[in-house]
């Protein structure tokens, strides 16, 4: 019996290249399938996660079970494969663009595919999330410590409901503290209201009406000559 050569978590054809390996590189190694050249629909021998690269530079990624991506009652692997998707938004270093109850497109932003908010952020990952538009545009801001939950928000909204069904690109990613980080006079987009304006007070501190203490909210002069105040992750460099 012909033995075919295998690689973990993707073909050996599609190992060499650099989205792939970056991928592989943030997943759980324990969970990658290993996957033959000779093709994993319906091998008994191909259970995990599977990464295949997309000629746009992008990245497919997929669960199998012993080689099917439903179970004998045509249920989706869909949990195990969110719980590999939430692998990759640990970072901001990935991008997800759709994901789906068998297959989950992703992108790596050393591939160039920043949004503009993001080129030249270099910080460490924080607990906040953009919804970006095919422009690069974030279009939802929100806070979510666990990736699940982020992706759970993100399927909801209803801006990426709306681009499922007319086939355009939207996107989720994880923000970087650098893109939290303002300076006065800096002109920012309050993203909720897509109102603009001139950065007013870059730190301070407001109290809730729960009590709570943000240090993090940034106060801008807007266009209208009106001031707005709203926690940091709600605006975005102009």
């Not at 996660?49 to 004998?72: N, S």
Request: charge should be neutral; proline fraction near 6%.
């Amino acid at each position: 019996m012909t033995q075919h050569p295998t690689n973990p978590g993707a073909a050996p054809r599609h190992a060499g290249y650099p989205q792939v390996r970056a991928a592989l590189a943030s997943l759980d190694d324990k969970l990658l399938a290993n996957v033959p050249d000779s093709g994993w629909t319906c091998n008994p021998a191909v259970t995990g996660i599977i990464v295949a690269p997309r000629p746009d530079g992008r990245i497919c990624l997929y669960w199998a079970a012993q080689g099917r991506i439903r179970d004998t009652r045509s249920r989706p692997h869909t949990a195990h494969l969110h719980a590999a998707v939430a692998r990759l938004l640990r970072t901001d270093a990935w991008l997800v663009d759709t994901t789906g109850d068998v297959v989950v497109t992703a992108s790596h932003h050393q591939d160039g595919h920043q949004s503009p908010s993001q080129q030249g952020a270099v910080g460490q990952e924080a607990p906040y999330w953009a919804v970006t538009d095919a422009d690069g545009r974030d279009v939802h801001r929100f806070e979510s410590s666990d990736p699940l939950e982020a992706i759970r928000e993100y399927e909801h909204h209803p801006a990426v409901r709306s681009a499922k069904l007319n086939l355009r690109r939207i996107s989720l990613r994880r923000l970087s503290t650098d893109e939290l980080a303002f300076t006065i006079g800096q002109r920012v987009r309050h993203v909720p209201s897509d109102r603009s304006g001139v950065v007013e007070v870059a730190s301070a501190q407001l109290v809730t009406q729960a009590g709570r203490v943000c240090d993090d909210v940034l106060k801008a002069t807007m266009d209208r000559a009106t001031s707005l105040t709203a926690r940091a992750h709600e605006w975005a460099p102009e």
